[in-house]
């Protein structure tokens, strides 16, 4: 079955950086792109960054533009976020998500699978 396993989590300090990595795996991991998203406590589930399946085009939620970085091995069948200069508003448990099709959508109800989460908390 499907199963998608986030990590590289953890409590970092602001202005810090970290990679968050998704494996992939009972799939075709080439047939679909990947989102990651994020929910804080107590706020709704909100959209990092997706990518395609080739990894060709990408799209990132506005306010994380320049910050961000979302890529692919297709190789390894991972996805990663680089996330640089953090701040205390990015603490968030960060989830990636399968998507079918060719869109790269901010709407959570689109994507398929998702992972479990791993949690990023940043102190000020």
């Known amino acids: 079955q499907v199963q998608l396993v986030e990590s590289g989590g953890g409590l970092v300090q602001t202005g810090d950086s970290l990679r968050l990595s998704c494996a992939a795996s009972g799939y075709t991991f080439t047939g679909y792109n990947m989102g990651w998203f994020r929910q804080a406590p107590g706020k709704e589930r909100e959209f990092v960054a997706a990518i395609t399946r080739s990894g060709d085009r990408t799209n990132y939620a506005d306010s994380l533009k320049g910050r961000f970085t979302i890529s692919r091995d297709n190789g390894k069948n991972m996805v990663y976020l680089e996330m640089n200069s953090l701040k205390p508003e990015d603490t968030a448990v960060y989830s990636c998500?399968?998507?079918?099709?060719?869109?790269?959508?901010?709407?959570?109800?689109?994507?398929?699978?998702w992972g479990q989460g791993t949690q990023v908390t940043v102190s000020s």
């Open positions: 998500a399968t998507k079918g099709g060719y869109r790269l959508p901010y709407d959570s109800n689109l994507y398929d699978y």
